[in-house]
């Protein structure tokens, strides 16, 4: 079957995409998800980079077979989201190819000038906006002050001053004492998840 035909019924977020492969339960699903909506992605990779359509096959079925083990063996913790984990896997498989190849010359051309700080800085910043989305998924049960207070102060960029002028509370300090009752059920509901949970700790530690 060619699954660039095969539509998917529904969508998976990173964290449903997780417990489907850890508990084999629609783990046929999440494959096809994974693989309809990233393998144009991981293709690029390859085919912009010195390979073809067939080692592309080959390196994104590798990368799919590598996080499936990284799922089940609890070896990702979620520091990126689903996207970024295929993509660097993928890339460092592809690297790893071009190298037994005798390619360097090719691989210097795309991988050339990177340095590992660089490459750390934006992992960090990637996994910290893909944390953030996961922590907005969980704001719609907070009831509405609440993820309006947390939604102005860590995705809008809001000072508690300006904040203040969106709610009707008395004073910063009484406002603040909500966003951090607003915090800390956010917290809570989510500890339970450890996937959520290090998302929401690392979104929260890089907030103001």
């Known amino acids: 079957m060619d699954k660039t035909q095969y539509r998917v019924e529904r969508g998976f977020s ?21 693989y309809r909506n990233y393998f144009r992605m991981l293709q690029t990779i390859i085919l912009n980079n010195s390979g ?31 996207k970024s984990m295929l993509y660097t896997v993928t890339r460092n498989l592809w690297l790893t190819e071009l190298r037994r190849r005798g ?9 050339g000038g990177q340095k590992d700080n660089i490459e750390k800085d934006v992992t960090d910043q990637i996994a910290y906006r893909e944390g953030l ?9 907070l009831g509405e ?7 102005l102060f860590y995705f809008e960029n ?8 969106e709610v ?28 959520l949970y ?5 979104a929260l530690e890089h907030g103001r």
């Open 14 to 34: 990173d964290q449903e995409l997780v417990i489907a492969i850890k508990s084999g339960k629609d783990l046929d699903k999440a494959l096809d998800f994974i």
């Open 52 to 82: 073809n359509e067939e080692d592309a096959q080959d390196i994104i079925q590798e990368a799919l077979v590598a996080f499936l083990d990284m799922v089940q063996n609890d070896r990702y913790r979620a520091e990126a989201s689903v």
């Open 103 to 111: 390619s360097a010359e090719k691989r210097d051309v795309y991988f």
């Open 133 to 141: 989305k996961l922590v907005a998924e969980v704001f719609e049960s």
């Open 145 to 151: 002050t609440c993820k309006k207070i947390l939604t």
């Open 158 to 165: 809001y000072s508690m001053k300006e904040i203040l002028e």
């Open 168 to 195: 009707n509370y008395e004073n910063e300090q009484v406002l603040r004492n909500k966003k951090y009752k607003c915090q800390k059920e956010l917290i809570r509901q989510v500890e339970a998840s450890p996937v």
């Open 198 to 202: 290090n998302n929401l700790k690392s």
